[in-house]
């Protein structure tokens, strides 16, 4: 596979397909077998990278979570209290390992790769410990109710905080998968 991918790479040289992500990808994947040894990335590669690209999403959706959650009613106290808690420490770290990546202070190192993968598992566990009491918590909200405009507008807002949690969850299941698969390839 690899000898085919070297006897078409004069001709894709020079063909806009060389320009996309997907063949930044095909490369990386065709060449591990030639022992390409990968690259973190730094810069704006961080945005067009995987897992890096999952970033911006991570932080978006988290704070999606966070703010929806501060501007309903704070009522049981413990599961949003810990939805607060989660959905902030994931905010706050995963935009400064955006900056750290971003600047290149990782060197390239292995550490740092494995640092990666850690991270953002620890990050899906926490954020499932979230996600889950805040979708209990919401559907025993919506049994009792009553049609009242504030009590339903909260009720909507807690319905929306558990769908971007659990999103939240799954962007960052999926980072900490593709950093395990780039951390085995160093």
Known sequence: ?????????????????????????????????????????????????????FYVLEIIFGGLVWTLVASTLIEPNNPQAWVMTVSLFCFCTTLIWMFIFACGTHNNSRGWAAADVFYHFLATVLYLSAAVPLAKVTIDMGDLVSRNTTQDKYYKMDISASVFAYIATLLYFVHAVFSAVRWKTF
């Open 1 to 53: 596979m690899a000898n085919l991918f070297v006897k078409l790479l004069p001709f894709l040289k020079d063909s806009s397909f060389c320009d996309s992500s997907l063949f930044r990808l095909s490369v990386i994947i065709m060449d591990m077998d030639t022992g390409y040894r990968p690259r973190l990335p730094s810069g704006g590669a961080i945005f067009v990278t995987l897992p890096d690209m």
